[in-house]
């Protein structure tokens, strides 16, 4: 079986390397021998033990013997439009671009489905955790009904550092960074996007509805900071960003944002640029995927598994995906009621216990600040109670708690 590979970078390098040093294995496991005919990449690789380089995508897309193209270019110009192509040219496409599936995955699915291919994407979540395919698969006996993770290496490497080595936010980034966990320009992992991609994906194949992104309510990382850090570790927390999607009887919640964990919550525990992701079943009740959700090959086993996939079904396609979700099928989260962490400036004794749990702390660098966790409160109620709180104190900071 020949394939391409549309960039090569990080994961696509990653891929490559896969399939040259592992061929007979790979052979084993799909039935054929697995040959890497053309990548497509603008730059020069003088040093690369591969010669089939490519500039131009049509020696890919017009190749009849090139069946299977791995997409690992990123974004979604020009990966949209090749993707396309190449499905209606009846090539099985997989990818770990979890922007393009999260924006455009309803119609390439459909796009694959009328040309009998197949449109992978096990690698667009969670790395090389193996999360999409037991969604579609291993647990298709059980009505899915809440997906919640630690979806991004970058910020739970940023929050491991604040909570275990007291470190700014800043010097964490900064750190992430020169360990190439971070981007230059690290504004997707740290403003959420990237979580908000990777949950819209999982809850749009676990309730089988499309799940739009760009309309779930999105807050990263930015605003955290080592007070925050304190006062949750003398309330027994953990600070950690999440993606969460719950399925209702009406639709679907789903949100990203920065919340406090129990520390005896599974989740709790996941430290530095693993992710974790539970999912709760009605028969199976919770089950949590655990691993690395980045690098250049945990990535890539995940592309060259979908690969070893779409070879053994090369004469078919792959079911699995989602239909388009009617309108107001995502709802606005207004409704979900969740206890806040609100901290302070200002006198905690106007604040009387039985109302709200009051935490203060001794350290000098707190001095006049306190903190309060509220009971369980919609987000009209918490916006109302903040206004009514902000006429006397500065409000300095808030969390959400998720519980359970």
């Given at each position: 079986m020949k394939i391409g590979i549309m960039g090569f970078g990080v994961v696509?390098?990653?891929?490559?390397?896969?399939?040259?040093?592992?061929?007979?294995?790979?052979?084993?496991?799909?039935?054929?021998?697995?040959?890497?005919?053309?990548?497509?990449?603008?730059?020069?690789?003088?040093?690369?033990?591969?010669?089939?380089?490519?500039?131009?995508?049509?020696?890919?897309?017009?190749?009849?013997?090139?069946?299977i193209v791995a997409e690992v270019m990123g974004g979604t110009n020009p990966a949209?439009?090749?993707?396309?192509?190449?499905?209606?040219?009846?090539?099985?496409?997989?990818?770990?671009?979890?922007?393009?599936?999260?924006?455009?995955?309803?119609?390439?699915l459909q796009i694959a489905r009328e040309n009998h291919v197949s449109y992978l994407f096990e690698a667009s979540v969670g790395g090389g955790i193996p999360i999409i395919r037991p969604l579609y698969s291993s647990l298709s006996a059980n009505e899915l009904t809440e997906v919640l993770g630690?979806?991004?290496?970058?910020?739970?490497?940023?929050?491991?550092?604040?909570?275990?080595?007291?470190?700014?936010?800043?010097?964490?980034?900064?750190?992430?960074?020169?360990?190439?966990?971070?981007?230059?320009?690290?504004?997707?992992?740290?403003?959420?996007?990237?979580?908000?991609?990777?949950?819209?994906?999982?809850s749009s194949l676990a309730f089988g509805k499309f799940v739009d992104s760009e309309e779930i309510p999105t807050e990263?990382?930015?605003?955290?900071?080592?007070?925050?850090?304190?006062?949750?570790?003398?309330?027994?927390?953990?600070?950690?960003?999440?993606?969460?999607?719950?399925?209702?009887?009406?639709?679907?919640?789903?949100?990203?944002?920065?919340?406090?964990?129990?520390?005896?919550?599974?989740?709790?525990?996941?430290?530095?640029?693993?992710?974790?992701?539970m999912v709760k079943g009605d028969a199976i009740g919770d089950v949590m995927f655990y691993g690395r959700g980045a690098g250049s090959l945990p990535t890539a086993s995940a592309v060259v598994s979908d690969i070893i996939d779409a070879v053994k079904h090369k004469t078919e396609h792959i079911g699995l995906g989602w239909t388009e979700g009617e309108a107001g099928y995502l709802k606005d989260g207004s409704g979900q009621k969740f206890r806040?962490?609100?901290?302070?400036?200002?006198?905690?004794?106007?604040?009387?216990?039985?109302?709200?749990?009051?935490?203060?702390?001794?350290?000098?660098?707190?001095d006049g600040e306190?903190?309060?966790?509220?009971?369980?409160?919609?987000?009209?109620?918490?916006?109302a109670l903040k206004e009514e709180i902000s006429k006397t104190n500065p409000i300095l900071g808030t969390l959400r708690m998720v519980e359970g």
């Amino acid at each position: 079986m020949k394939i391409g590979i549309m960039g090569f970078g990080v994961v696509g390098s990653g891929v490559g390397e896969i399939i040259r040093n592992s061929s007979d294995g790979l052979a084993s496991r799909s039935g054929e021998k697995i040959e890497i005919a053309k990548i497509l990449d603008l730059r020069d690789f003088p040093d690369s033990p591969f010669d089939c380089f490519t500039k131009d995508f049509n020696e890919i897309l017009e190749d009849q013997e090139i069946g299977i193209v791995a997409e690992v270019m990123g974004g979604t110009n020009p990966a949209y439009d090749f993707t396309k192509k190449l499905l209606m040219a009846g090539k099985h496409v997989v990818t770990s671009n979890k922007e393009l599936v999260a924006k455009h995955g309803t119609e390439l699915l459909q796009i694959a489905r009328e040309n009998h291919v197949s449109y992978l994407f096990e690698a667009s979540v969670g790395g090389g955790i193996p999360i999409i395919r037991p969604l579609y698969s291993s647990l298709s006996a059980n009505e899915l009904t809440e997906v919640l993770g630690i979806l991004n290496g970058t910020t739970n490497y940023i929050l491991t550092q604040m909570i275990k080595e007291d470190t700014t936010f800043s010097d964490a980034l900064k750190s992430a960074q020169e360990k190439g966990y971070a981007e230059k320009d690290p504004t997707a992992d740290v403003e959420g996007h990237d979580t908000c991609r990777k949950i819209a994906i999982l809850s749009s194949l676990a309730f089988g509805k499309f799940v739009d992104s760009e309309e779930i309510p999105t807050e990263g990382i930015t605003k955290i900071t080592l007070e925050d850090v304190a006062y949750a570790d003398a309330m027994g927390c953990v600070i950690k960003l999440l993606g969460m999607a719950s399925k209702e009887e009406e639709g679907v919640y789903a949100r990203v944002c920065p919340a406090l964990l129990k520390k005896d919550h599974p989740l709790a525990g996941i430290d530095d640029v693993f992710n974790g992701i539970m999912v709760k079943g009605d028969a199976i009740g919770d089950v949590m995927f655990y691993g690395r959700g980045a690098g250049s090959l945990p990535t890539a086993s995940a592309v060259v598994s979908d690969i070893i996939d779409a070879v053994k079904h090369k004469t078919e396609h792959i079911g699995l995906g989602w239909t388009e979700g009617e309108a107001g099928y995502l709802k606005d989260g207004s409704g979900q009621k969740f206890r806040y962490y609100v901290r302070l400036s200002g006198d905690a004794a106007a604040y009387p216990k039985d109302a709200y749990q009051v935490i203060t702390l001794k350290d000098l660098a707190f001095d006049g600040e306190f903190a309060i966790l509220t009971p369980e409160l919609s987000e009209g109620e918490f916006a109302a109670l903040k206004e009514e709180i902000s006429k006397t104190n500065p409000i300095l900071g808030t969390l959400r708690m998720v519980e359970g």
